[in-house]
């Protein structure tokens, strides 16, 4: 066993928005093997550009500590793997942990006597024990906690959050035995401003991140069903939010479309995990099923206010504006728009799609249909405004509604501009 951190060699897999800034913070204080099996990320970091816009050329060339590599054969000087790969859903709901196995496969090819794997990926309680270390013996032909060691210490990145850095983010840590975790503490601890908390286990560690974003998911479904009664009742919600905001002890959630490869994601590690040893899980399915049902919910608000309005509805005209699942930030991954977009093709409306943040080349894959890069006036029969990007609001709600014909809908699904200067919001 590594018993100093000094003779740690740090070896960072996966370049995603995990990966990269973890990456770029190590390196500020020791030399980092920076790898990514994606040929073409790699040649874009070499060359100062990162697609997911967070670190800009400066930042990424100015490290003499940084190696950017797709070359498995460099790996093996390391003795320390930091796994940051993404842990998605299926189709089904269901756990993929091809990426995470496969990573798992990889490391353990190359790992030697006394090296330590540590998993930043988020997983169910019990996974890095039960999946991933029979994969590392299985490949290395070592020994778990005899010839090799592991280490969890979730990711808490927030991407496009220019002031939650990862420097300022306490952190959890774990280890596979005691002497593991305090190595583990103290090599977060060069990067971390702000301290660690360490985990009894690892299995701890896990289940404290998976219920982070199963908590948030929680009391999102909760002011997103409050949100459907009060429209109901023809309250208007954030007044609502606004006045019982005014206790102490009243959480600030607002409704909203809910995606992204955590709040979307994380409550199904669980649910999973829970159905196999025989738990049925009740409150969490329920706040996942009225999550993922507002999407269509927002489409059909919209149609049913179009209607009133007597707008025709077969062959409007409507622009959507974002398609992330966040604001400032360039990820379109599992954004809760797309079910927006899907419900509303159902009426044989004319789309179109806006987002300055998000890669063309990626909406044109998932959409069938380039993004527009610029906006004619006086042609949209509706305007849902999806994400609270500070570009549009820079835009000025006057600037939205010049795009509009005389009768239309604007839908400001994140409460960016002053309910008096748009028709309908959540």
């Known amino acids: 066993m590594i018993s100093k951190i000094k003779k740690l060699k740090l070896a960072i897999i996966g370049l995603g928005y995990v990966g990269l800034p973890l990456a770029l913070e190590f390196a500020k204080k020791r030399k980092i093997i920076s790898f990514d099996i994606n040929k073409k990320r790699i040649e874009e970091l070499n060359s100062g ?31 320390c793997y930091i796994i940051t790969v993404p842990t998605p859903v299926d189709r089904f709901n269901k756990p993929n942990l091809k990426p995470l196995i496969k990573a798992s496969e990889m490391i353990g090819k190359i790992i ?21 270390v029979p994969t590392l013996e299985k490949f290395s032909k070592l020994v778990f906690n005899k010839d090799f060691f592991c280490g969890y210490s979730p990711e808490r990145i927030n991407p496009g959050d220019k002031f939650h850095t990862i420097s300022n983010i306490k952190k959890i840590t ?36 998976v219920i982070e974003n199963t ?20 309250i208007d919600t954030q007044e609502v939010l606004d006045a019982a905001g005014t206790k102490w002890n009243f959480l600030p959630f607002k409704p909203g479309l809910v995606g992204g490869h ?29 999550n993922d049902k507002m999407g269509a ?3 059909q608000k919209l149609i049913k206010e179009m209607k009133k309005k007597k707008i025709k509805i077969k062959h409007s005209k409507i622009l959507i504006m974002g398609l992330t699942f966040k604001e400032n930030c360039s ?46 006036k006086n042609i949209y029969d509706a305007i849902v405004i999806a994400v609270a990007h500070d570009k549009f609001k820079s835009l000025g709600i006057n600037y939205i509604l010049s795009l509009c014909k005389k ?20």
Request: hydrophobic letters at 35%; proline letters at 3%.
């Open 49 to 79: 550009i990162d697609k997911n816009l967070e670190f800009n050329k400066d930042e990424l060339q100015k490290s003499k500590n940084l190696n950017f590599t797709h070359n498995i054969e460099h790996l093996k000087s390391s003795n």
């Open 112 to 132: 030697k006597k006394r090296d330590l794997i540590i998993y930043e990926s988020t997983v169910y309680p019990g996974c890095i024990e039960e999946e991933c």
């Open 174 to 209: 774990s280890g596979s035995t005691p002497k593991i975790l305090d190595l583990v503490d103290k090599l977060y601890n060069e990067i971390i401003s702000v301290g660690t908390h360490k985990a009894p286990n690892i299995k701890v560690a896990e289940a404290a991140k």
């Open 215 to 234: 908590q948030r998911d929680l009391n999102i479904a909760l002011i997103n069903e409050l949100s459907i009664l009060f429209g109901k009742m023809n």
């Open 262 to 290: 955590c709040i979307g994601v994380d409550p199904y590690y669980l649910t999973y995990k829970a159905k196999n040893i025989g738990y049925k899980p009740k409150v969490i399915l329920a706040g996942r099923d009225i």
């Open 297 to 299: 919910y927002v489409a």
């Open 331 to 376: 990820d379109t991954r599992n954004s809760g728009i797309k079910k927006v977009i899907s419900e509303l093709k159902k009426f044989d409306v004319k789309l179109d799609l806006y987002d300055p943040w998000a890669d063309n080349t990626e909406i044109k894959e998932n959409y069938k249909t380039f993004p527009k890069s610029k906006l004619k």
């Open 407 to 426: 009768s239309h809908i604007i839908f400001d699904l994140k409460n960016v501009f002053n309910s008096k200067k748009v028709d309908i919001r959540l």
